[in-house]
């Protein structure tokens, strides 16, 4: 078989709604890091499209392709790529590509599955969009028959895709005593409910879950839905995440966009009682715009818009060398594409034993310096022996 006709077989097959899950791997170039991509059929306002999910060493990023432009996305993987693993509805088929393009096609019948679309659907969602949830009903987010509201979807979609990352960090939460998990600039905490009812309710998971947030009216709301809904180990205060110090040991906090340094707070914290899973989603990362000056790059920071996204860049990228040098392994993750919301990266830092180089430590202290920043987060962690 040809290249060429290989393209036109797996480009028939995807078009056809054949396509189970697949996944392309022993790239040809090392180089760019992307060691993997997976692709599974999806369906998007009743299209069917294929999504690729790109797995680079520290970054996963999706694309969903439409079915009209799947022979050029599947050209581009192939030539990417030496190796394919495709599951259909009635094969299995291994492709190997040799390093001068030499197809080799090896297929096996199976019993005949289905691609149902639907499920898949359902798949993505860890809460389904039409079952109701009495958190949701209260919260706002559905109706009492469980139809998520328009306006609410985006929410929706949030929720659930931080309940992945959540359902992705189980392995690094203890196993053998309850687990205790803080929300920081938790507001309206469609986060914590969420989180609460998938971890306790559906997991059986015994945790215990505070959401703290400075709006007391908003707090006592929570508490009266906690209440209510008889979820006993979910509780709200009212508070300043920079005063509380009411934990010694935490597992896991979590943060959605809790606005600018209030993140870093969320993170300083979490970094001081050693928490194993740090999640956060930023919001409003202005503190290193008042702060960047670096001539060198002057002729992108010469424009306002430029400065502004570079400097909330620049914010979480420090942030997730710092969490580094205290000894995470630490994430920035696409959190919801980018069409949905422009707060789209989502910190995911698992803690580690790893001491860190004194070579990374001047890496960090270099791109500080250049910046000329003064980040909020290593005032914090400035027992962790960072240089000024
Ligand atoms: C944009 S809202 C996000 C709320 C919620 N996490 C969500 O995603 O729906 C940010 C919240 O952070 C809270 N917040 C900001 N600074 C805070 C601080 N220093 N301490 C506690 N809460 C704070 C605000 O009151 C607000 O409710």
């Known amino acids: 078989m040809e290249f060429e006709q290989l393209i036109d077989e797996l480009a028939k097959r995807l078009s056809n709604g054949q396509l189970i899950r697949a996944t392309a791997s022993q790239p040809r170039l090392k180089s760019d890091g992307l060691a993997k991509v997976k692709l599974k059929p999806v369906e998007i306002k009743k299209e069917l499209h294929i999504q690729f999910e790109y797995h680079y060493e520290r970054v996963l990023k999706h694309e969903n392709v439409k079915i009209e432009d799947i022979r050029s996305a599947l050209q581009q993987l192939m030539e990417q790529f030496k190796q394919l693993q495709a599951e259909f509805v009635e094969e299995n088929v291994h492709i190997q590509l040799s390093k001068k393009f030499k197809v080799s096609w090896k297929s096996e019948k199976t019993a005949e599955r289905k691609a149902d679309l639907s499920h898949n659907r359902k798949k993505n969602y860890l809460l389904d969009d039409s079952t109701p949830y009495p958190f949701l009903i209260r919260l706002g987010v559905q109706t009492t028959e469980g139809k998520v509201k ?30 205790r998990i803080l929300d920081f600039g938790s507001g309206k905490s469609y986060l914590t409910f969420a989180l609460y009812h998938y971890l306790h309710i559906e997991k059986g998971l015994d945790i215990r879950v505070t959401g703290l947030d400075l709006k007391k009216e908003v707090i006592e709301e929570c508490n009266r839905i906690a209440q209510d809904l008889e979820y006993k180990q979910l509780e709200f205060l009212v508070g300043d995440i920079n005063d509380y110090n009411e934990e010694t040991a935490v597992d896991m906090v979590v943060t959605l966009h809790a606005c600018d340094v209030a993140t870093d707070m969320a993170l300083a914290r979490a970094v001081k009682w050693g928490a194993e899973v740090i999640l956060s989603v930023p919001c409003c990362q202005h503190e290193l715009f008042s702060q960047v000056a670096a001539p060198e790059l002057d002729v992108m920071l010469q424009h306002g818009l430029i400065k502004e996204r570079f400097s909330a860049l620049a914010t979480d990228s420090i942030r997730a060398e710092l969490l580094t040098l205290v000894g995470y392994d630490a994430q920035l993750l696409e959190f919801i594409d980018l069409a949905h919301t422009p707060k789209n990266i989502l910190i995911r830092a698992y803690r580690t034993n790893k001491t860190p180089a004194s070579a990374d430590f001047s890496r960090y202290e270099s791109f500080r310096n250049m910046l000329h920043a003064k980040p909020f987060l290593e005032r914090e962690l400035k027992d962790y022996g960072f240089l000024s």
């Open 150 to 179: 328009k306006q609410k979807y985006d929410k929706f979609r949030q929720i659930n895709r931080f309940i992945e990352f959540i359902d992705d960090a189980l392995d690094h939460l203890p196993k053998d005593r309850h687990v």
